[in-house]
């Protein structure tokens, strides 16, 4: 199998560094391109959903555009080595969940075998089991209370009718 040499040396290069779980995301995100037939994605029309925030990230970002920034790019935080791609105009969805490992082999070899393989090997290809994430909202802001730092409403909490931001607000919790 074959890769776009070229596209792996700019995504090195945005990374900084050459790692495996570099290889993996960059993996991830060139098959969404064949897939698909897309290049990175100029405003959202490609979301990612990552759930965990590794190197591999990075990559996706690169290969496909999408960031945090841009509202594209979200955190699932769920430790495990799996993308969920959604495309927002052809509705297309799928997850892809790391299965090949390369227990016993060095860095440079995993470097290799990740890069090396094709990516149906790579990857167990599922559909998400949750919804594409709505688009990126805008939020009025309001000052915090306490520390009057501006704060996005979706975050602000009320106490005696007074906003607090969340490091500010001390929760108040009945659940038993
Ligand atoms: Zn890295
Ligand atoms: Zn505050």
């Given at each position: 199998m074959t890769y776009n040499k070229k596209l792996w040396e700019e995504c090195a290069n945005f990374h900084r560094h050459i790692c495996p779980g570099l290889a993996i995301g960059f993996k991830a995100g060139e098959y969404i391109r064949k897939l698909w037939g897309v290049?990175?994605?100029?405003?959202?029309e490609i979301v990612c959903v990552t759930e965990n925030d590794a190197c591999g990230v990075d990559a996706i970002s690169y290969v496909l555009g999408c960031s945090l920034g841009k509202g594209n790019l979200i955190f699932r935080?769920?430790?495990?080595?799996a993308y969920s791609f959604f495309h927002r105009e052809t509705s297309e969805a799928i997850r892809l969940v790391r299965k090949a490992n390369t227990k016993g082999l060095s860095r440079e070899e995993s470097l290799e075998f990740y890069l090396k393989t094709d990516p149906e090997e790579l990857f167990e290809i599922k559909k998400p089991h949750y919804e594409l994430p709505p688009k990126a909202q805008f939020f009025s802001s309001s000052p915090c209370s306490k520390c009057e730092e501006i704060t996005a409403e979706h975050r602000l909490r009320i106490s005696d009718d007074k906003l607090y931001c969340l490091d500010c607000y001390d929760e108040y919790d009945r659940r038993w």
């Open positions: 290049k990175a994605s100029i405003d959202e935080d769920r430790g495990k080595n």
